[in-house]
Nanobody, 124 residues
């Protein structure tokens, strides 16, 4: 069974930075793409960023492009999301997810394992 545990969320002022981390269990972490999604209450979960199996390819939502950076460390079974120049509209519950393949996809339907989420709140 795969477990994903997010950390690093918190309260930050607009313009500030946070670094989210996701620790994954299991021996096959390096075979799969990893993504970050976010969700507000009553809204659909939306794509934020994804990185392919070896870190060679990344994709970002237009709303975070140029501000967020996704990275992974396959030796440590971890994936990170560096968030800079944060805006109040980035406030959400952020989820780490493991894809069903090694290729980067923005569709949440391509992910079959999810963490519990970490809250990010950006004050204006």
């Amino acid at each position: 069974q795969v477990q994903l545990v997010e950390s690093g969320g918190g309260l930050v002022q607009a313009g500030g930075s946070l670094r989210l981390s996701c620790a994954a269990s299991g021996r096959t972490f390096s075979n799969y793409a990893m993504g970050w999604f976010r969700q507000l209450p009553g809204k659909e979960r939306e794509f934020v960023a994804v990185i392919n199996w070896n870190g060679g390819s990344t994709r970002y939502a237009d709303s975070v492009k140029g501000r967020f950076t996704i990275s992974r460390d396959n030796a440590k079974n971890s994936v990170h999301l560096q968030m800079n120049s944060l805006k109040p509209e980035d406030t959400a519950l952020y989820y780490c997810a493991r894809a069903t393949t090694g290729w980067a996809s923005p569709s949440r339907y391509e992910y079959n394992y999810w963490g519990q989420g970490t809250q990010v709140t950006v004050s204006s």
